[in-house]
């Protein structure tokens, strides 16, 4: 029967077409995978064959974006990100990370390159968050660039404080995070202080927005507020090692629970993957050092200060310690 046959082929044209979908997401899946292990290489070459596949899949861009950004190939950062806009122009998210890749390849390019870039940085955070107030990462990715940017190339904290208002009204927490960054920027770090406490008070959403937290607090060698941190982090995400590596910190600063504080850091240094939302592995090294040190064990704080640097041989709290040591 003609029609039987018809029917037919719709159906196997149907079934091709969903298997073909399956296929697709399941490879998205993979380098998804890949990516969250910390294996951006394997991702970026999953994506790319992705990619040749569905050259109108957004996601797959995007990702790609991400990727090459930590593996610090910032062209081809801008490239994906330009073509995950392309392919959706409505979406908030496509425009932030696109203001990410732009960002990164201006703080790698020369004064006169570093200009443009980061004029396109700021249109695409802006627009980003017009096209959704509550993509809370882009409205602080702008008014970090509206507290840190010079006028010249459209910054200015009196821009900022509209959207700081703006997310008071949708989210105390990430209100309170933004008045913190612009504080902080100024050198008002009793004021930056308050407002970090405040978001902290005001329970952040997200383990990403804690651990930020933690980062200021860190540098600022404030432990009890620290294990603050570690708290809400472990809370809000149980296995995600940072948490670890932020209360381990604090016991280092505060000259107890030693032997567990050991034990935070080889299990961050085992579990963590190589993310640049995560603490580097020479931090949690020198951190380590500074354990040992206060355990009177020099030797072991020499070798921890020295495997950090051969991580990062250009960070510079390793090389203090190094010298300090050195010349004891």
Avoid at 36 to 50: D, F, H, I, N, S
Avoid at 150 to 162: E, T
């Amino acid at each position: 029967m003609p029609g039987s046959k018809r029917k037919r082929a719709i159906t196997l044209a149907w079934l091709f077409c969903a298997a073909a979908l399956v296929a697709q997401d399941s490879a998205l899946d993979a380098a998804k995978t890949a990516f969250e292990k910390g294996e951006y290489t394997k991702a970026v070459e999953m994506l790319q064959g992705a990619a040749s596949k569905s050259p109108n899949d957004g996601e797959i861009y995007l990702l790609l974006t991400k990727s090459y950004l930590e593996l610090k190939q910032y062209d081809n950062a801008v490239n994906s990100g330009e073509k995950a806009v392309a392919i959706d122009s409505k979406n908030s998210v496509y425009h932030q990370w696109l203001g990410e890749a732009y960002g990164a390849k201006a703080d790698h390019a020369s004064m006169l390159s570093a200009y443009s870039l980061a004029r396109k940085t700021q249109k695409e955070f802006d627009m980003a968050v017009q096209l959704d107030p509550r993509n809370y990462d882009a409205v602080q990715d702008l008014i970090e660039y509206d507290c840190t940017a010079p006028s010249m190339v459209g910054g200015g904290a009196d821009k900022a404080q509209p959207l700081i208002v703006k997310l008071m009204e949708m989210n105390a927490a990430e209100g309170h995070y933004g008045m913190a960054i612009c504080k902080a920027q100024k050198k008002d770090y009793t004021g930056a202080d308050a407002e970090y406490a405040k978001a902290l008070e005001n329970k952040p959403l997200t383990a990403n927005r804690v651990y930020d937290i933690g980062d200021y607090f860190l540098q600022h060698r404030q432990p009890d507020k620290l294990l603050v941190v570690a708290a809400q982090g472990e809370a809000l995400a149980p296995k995600d090692p940072r948490g670890n590596y932020y209360q381990a910190c604090a016991m280092i600063l505060k000259d107890e629970k030693l032997a567990d504080a050991e034990k935070l850091l080889r299990d961050y240094l085992r579990t963590a993957p190589p993310n640049s939302q995560y603490p580097a592995a020479w931090q949690a090294h020198y951190w380590l050092g500074r354990l040992y040190e206060a355990q009177k064990n020099t030797p072991a704080a020499k070798n921890e200060y020295e495997t950090a640097l051969k991580i990062n041989s250009k960070y510079k709290p390793a090389q203090d310690a190094l010298k300090r040591l050195s010349g004891s």
